[in-house]
């Protein structure tokens, strides 16, 4: 498969949050505003690609070689754990008006189930190194604009009448299931 | 800090009060994305139901031996070697199951009701409570899939748990089984219990009664 295709695939056809409901909880959390979706849909895809290089060489390079696949679940959740951990710290040091714009999104990150989700995937999927890193990429360019829609879409709803019960997540999961339709027309396309 | 709650309540609790997917809107990957069909409702809510028993059990009995600055990361150590515990079983006795369910068996190392319980309660009490806990988000989380999992496949393929309820005559809605219809119908499911709890209208019923 093309790099092109791959991350068409990953980010639009088969996006992570709308048809693998990957990543729900941020989903519907920081859905709010437009502007802290994009910070958060940034974060996402940063910690993505890192994670994508890391656990596809753990797992290739140390878990293959001495035959411990069995610990890989233990093994990728530390290390994104630990990862996230880096990064914010990094981050931190490097650079101010980045840590002021992710920071609070990053420790966030390490139980969103996008990121396992994503090394599972390029396991289960026997990604190379430039696939698995491209689909990363891909993945967390389709979980922000999913984000980014669904946050301009929720700053319309808070001026539209709706029904008592259905206010808060009843309605952000109709407008979920309304993407996903919308979402499905690309299915026919890969 | 302990609970003061009875032992029965610590159980009964779960199951809708604070119901883990109803109540606190937690572990909704797994309540999406497995419910096209009652039986992967069914296995994945008593596979997840087993690992938040099992690190529930370790947990509380480790409580005063893990370190305050890393427990979370010890929780998560120990939540993935019951996942991939879980994970084995499913693969070796259910195959068909086990191929199903795919990535998102693993993926109950991130579920959040799991890691939420072991912070809010199994981390704080004593091995018996804890269990009655576990078990009952466990009852609950299993409740919720399960319906879920039925009124999807019902408008979905007809059937439930793969006996065909409704007959010959009934068009499937394709898009219940597909990933639509889980956003659609959990939003309703809400709805619905937003309305059995809501307060004005118990006492509604009651001064009508």
Known sequence: MSYFLLFFSAAIVNNFVLSYFLGICPFVGVSKRVSSAVSMGMAVTF???????????????????????????????????????????????????????????????????????????????????????????????????????????????????????????????????????????????? | MSSSLSLKAEFIKGLWKENPVMASLLGLCPTLAVTNASMNGLAMGLATTFVLLSSSLMISALRNFIPHQ??????????????????????????????????YIPLIVVNCIILGRQEAFSSRNGIGRSLLDSLGMGVGFIMVLVVLGSIRELLGSGSIFGFAILGDWFTPWMVMILPPGAFLTLGILIALANWYNDPSRSKARKVVS
């Not at chain 2, 150590?77 to 086990?98: C, G, K, Q």
């Open chain 2, 70 to 103: 890393v427990r979370i990361a010890g929780y998560i150590v120990i939540i993935a070697t019951f996942v991939t515990v879980a994970d084995r079983f499913l693969a070796a006795y259910f195959p068909a199951i086990s191929a199903t369910l795919g990535p």
């Open chain 1, 47 to 190: 910690v993505m690609l890192i994670t994508a290089v890391v656990t596809w060489l753990i797992y290739h390079l140390i878990l293959v070689p001495f035959k411990v696949e069995i610990l890989e679940y233990v093994s990728f959740i530390l290390v994104i754990a630990s990862l996230v951990q880096l990064v914010e710290m990094f981050i931190r040091k490097m650079s101010k008006p980045l840590y002021d714009t992710l920071g609070i999104y990053l420790p966030l990150i390490t139980t969103n189930c996008a990121i396992l989700g994503l090394a599972l995937f390029s396991v289960l999927r026997d990604y190379a190194f430039w696939e698995s890193v491209v689909f990363g990429l891909g993945a967390g360019a389709g979980f922000t604009l999913a984000l980014v829609i669904m946050a301009g879409i929720r700053e319309e709803l808070e001026l539209a009448p709706i029904p008592k019960y259905f206010q808060g997540a009843g309605i952000t999961m109709i407008v979920a299931g309304g993407l996903a339709l919308a979402f499905m027309g690309f299915a026919g396309m890969i």
